[in-house]
């Protein structure tokens, strides 16, 4: 049985705003905290309750936020500390949550701490990194090359598991642990309700023996950060490389006071051979992913995130399902397959109007860090226009391109010159296109997500699954309190659909179904409500 605290965070909804390409409110080409203010009666209409802002603190950006200077003002781009505090009050007064993005794995080099440990070793910073006279071992960063820097001034090597410039705190230093519970503590009295933890795996290592991530003291400092009374209480998601169902139980059971869950990435791969690499495939390999993980949560009162997209990801859409021809169709039966299941629905930008991975014709186009650096390499072993491709498929900017609102200049993201190019089809994607479309995907998501927080069943549940594994759809149903809902979800090719049990007509279809059976068109989906449930 769930704790009450878990059931309270399943009424949860939760958008991911990536504010640098939400809105612009002052026509300086890049999303800002104000902008997401003006923004929250969409995402009210829309039906979600909770936004998860990714770092607005300040940052060089390097990293786009995740190279924080300092964890408790706001980076000039985005406003003022008087905005934020503007908009966790704006976001109350709608019965809405923030759920802030914590990054305490590394800091920027410009952060005050790093400045004053490089002085050298006689300093109270000293050790609040990891200094090293010779590089102690092989170690590659996720954004290509050593994971080691040498640092002229201290003379010695820093790690940076990501990009140079963001060094990795040492949390094995007492004072390190002190100084991100204050971090937290701070942001819990600006009014936060919840924490999204970045690359939470990697606070604690042993480079002794050649670990980067999952160190011996994790769980001691995920419960000395997150356990305590103040912060246990808050929604607390982690991000981290778990992928087995004891590491998720050690990480979120509701009595280890950690973490309330995870994001669990098994499902990302969908699509791909590696982060640069298509691999053909579809729905179905996502289903048994999901359909996987809902029955291992489920045997142990877990709580789990439904997500398929995020800033740092191509939309699923575009590697799994049909991103052209029958892009609503694929969109709303994601939508419907993914966030009618158990779990806490995670929906990103863009989400809500079928965005698509973009496509560039040239490597000026893309801003990430990780993309830039990775053409470069690749440009080392492969034809120009190989890598580009390669970039275009995986890069994260395919996520990160400015929200197209409607089909004014810019999409209506800025008045001015965006920080990075729109997306390449924002003139057929975008939200006023999309609501004046016969069939709209903001829409079905709207009508979703109704469906979901007026049913019970949606939300605590019992969850069963009808189709078998090779049938070529999902069908699933949720029961509560002697109602039943079944929902249908066919992949992508036509198919003929019975249930073994009698329905009413379909409350939710994306292609306009009176009948739960007969011919399913590929990417159809519909939710009914089951004929005397037992
Ligand atoms: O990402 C952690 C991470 O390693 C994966 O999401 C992925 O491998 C990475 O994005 C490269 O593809 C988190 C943040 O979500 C990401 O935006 C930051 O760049 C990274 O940590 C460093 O803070
Ligand atoms: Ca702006």
């Known amino acids: 049985m769930l704790c009450p605290k878990y059931k309270e965070f399943l009424k949860w909804v939760v958008y991911q705003v990536y504010p640098r390409s939400f809105y612009d409110s002052n026509g300086d080409g890049i999303g800002d905290l104000k902008g997401v203010t003006e923004k929250l009666d969409h995402l009210k209409d829309l039906g979600v309750n909770a936004i998860w ?31 934020i505090e503007t908009l966790i009050a704006e976001l109350h007064r709608r019965d809405m949550k923030l759920i802030m993005d914590l990054v305490p794995n590394h800091t920027s080099t410009a952060h005050k701490w790093f400045q004053e440990s490089r002085k050298g070793k006689d300093n109270p910073y000293s050790d609040f990194y990891y200094w090293y006279d010779e590089k102690p071992n092989e170690w590659k960063s996720v954004f290509r090359g050593s994971a080691w820097e040498f640092d002229p001034v201290r003379g010695q090597y820093y ?87 004891d590491e998720m139980i050690r990480h979120c059971a509701s009595e280890r006071n950690e973490l309330s869950t995870l994001f ?20 179905k390999s996502l289903r048994d992913i999901l359909v996987y993980w809902q029955m291992e949560s489920g045997k142990h009162d877990l709580l789990h995130t439904l997500f398929s997209d995020n800033h740092d990801q191509p939309p699923l859409i575009s590697r799994i399902a049909d991103d052209r021809k029958l892009r609503y169709e694929s969109a709303t039966d994601m939508a ?17 109007i079928g965005m698509t991975a973009a496509h560039y014709d040239s490597i000026s186009f893309f801003n990430d860090v990780e993309s830039v650096n990775t053409y470069r390499e690749f440009c080392e072993i ?24 409607d089909s004014s200049k810019n999409g209506g993201f800025t008045t001015g010159e965006p920080w990075i190019a729109l997306h390449s089809r ?12 016969e069939h709209s995907v903001y829409r079905f998501y709207q009508a979703l997500l109704k469906l979901r927080r007026s049913e019970e069943a949606f939300i605590t549940g ?7 594994p090779e049938d070529p759809y999902f069908i699933f149903t949720r029961s509560e309190s002697g ?15 019975s249930l073994p049990f009698a329905c009413e007509a379909p409350v939710l279809s994306n292609l306009d179904r009176t009948e739960i059976n007969g011919t399913y068109s590929p990417y159809e989906c519909a939710a009914a409500l089951v004929k005397d449930a037992c």
């Not at 057929?428 to 296109?433: A, D, H, M, Q």
């Not at 019992?462 to 078998?468: D, K, P, V």
């Open 53 to 83: 802002l990714c770092p607005c603190y300040k940052s060089p950006n390097d990293d786009n936020g995740y190279d924080i200077s300092d964890y408790m003002d706001i980076m000039d781009e985005f406003g003022t500390m008087a905005d």
């Open 159 to 245: 790690l940076h598991s990501f990009a140079v410039s963001q060094a990795d705190l040492n949390w094995e230093n007492p004072a390190v642990r002190k100084a991100m519970q204050d971090v937290v503590d701070f942001w819990i009295g600006k009014g936060v309700d919840g924490f999204r933890i970045d690359v939470i795996d990697r606070i604690s290592k042993d480079i002794e023996h050649g670990r980067n991530s999952f160190g011996p003291r994790l769980h001691e400092f995920i419960r000395e950060l997150i356990g305590r009374e103040n912060v246990n209480a808050l929604f607390t998601v982690g991000e981290s490389s778990v992928n087995d169902i």
């Open 264 to 283: 669990l990435f098994d499902h990302m791969e969908c699509g791909r051979s590696d982060k640069f690499t298509p691999k053909k495939d579809s729905l």
């Open 336 to 352: 419907a397959m993914m966030y009618l299941l158990k779990g806490i629905p995670f929906i990103y930008q863009g989400q809500e």
């Open 382 to 405: 492969m034809p120009e226009e190989e890598a580009l491709a390669k970039i275009n498929f995986g890069s994260r900017d395919n996520a990160r391109h400015p929200m197209a609102w």
């Open 426 to 437: 924002w003139q057929e994607i975008n939200l006023e296109r999309d609501l004046a479309g």
């Open 462 to 468: 019992e969850l069963q699954i009808i189709s078998s």
């Open 483 to 497: 109602k039943q809902w079944v929902v249908v979800c066919n992949f992508e090719t036509k198919q003929e659909i």
